[in-house]
């Protein structure tokens, strides 16, 4: 192992978008028990410390592996495509639009239930966004594609945590 690796290689896996998340698990926990710092105890201090950089490089590659619009993110920026979203802001039309009518209807949903079902709407694009991700980066070899539907999704899983929240005052 090499804690260069990127974290496909690290934990033995193909670097594609499509992932078994059973497998992602198992060989999570198989690396963890191999570098946990305890095994390491009767090594002395300064294994014990190596041992804890591998299991934190572990665990960083498992979460971003683990969230599908993580894995989009990475798997473009190892491509050569960074998603870059902080700089690059420029949307569609046609999904700056749906942004504001999903944002006109948060404003004057005024039950439970109209809320229901715009999160219902925003998942089912954030779902379809996502199998565009899966295609664009294991099917078509393009991420600069997926780079647009990564955006998208940052601007999606940004109003469904709003939409959340608006929820929870519901609930109380």
């Not at 499509?18 to 090594?43: C, G, I, M, N, Y």
């Not at 099917?139 to 929820?167: G, I, N």
């Amino acid at each position: 192992m090499n804690l260069q690796s990127d974290d496909f290689e690290l934990l033995g896996l193909e670097r594609r978008h499509a992932l078994d998340a059973t497998e992602l698990d198992q060989r999570w926990k198989d690396l963890q028990r191999e570098v946990h710092p305890d095994r390491f105890a009767s090594q002395g201090a300064a294994a014990q410390r190596v041992a804890m950089q591998w299991s934190v490089r572990i665990n960083e590659a498992y979460r971003r592996l683990r969230d599908p619009l993580q894995r989009a993110a990475y798997l473009c920026e190892l491509a050569g495509h960074p998603v870059r979203a902080e700089d690059n802001t420029a949307m569609p039309a046609a999904f700056l639009m749906q942004q504001m009518e999903w944002r006109e209807a948060l404003e004057e949903a005024i039950s439970p239930e109209a809320l229901d079902a715009l999160e219902s709407e925003v998942l089912g694009e954030r779902s379809r966004l996502l199998a565009s991700c899966a295609v664009a980066l294991d099917t078509q070899h393009d991420p600069a594609s997926a780079v647009q539907a990564v955006r998208a999704l940052m601007f999606v899983d940004r109003f469904l945590s709003e939409l959340a929240r608006k929820s929870e005052r519901f609930d109380r």
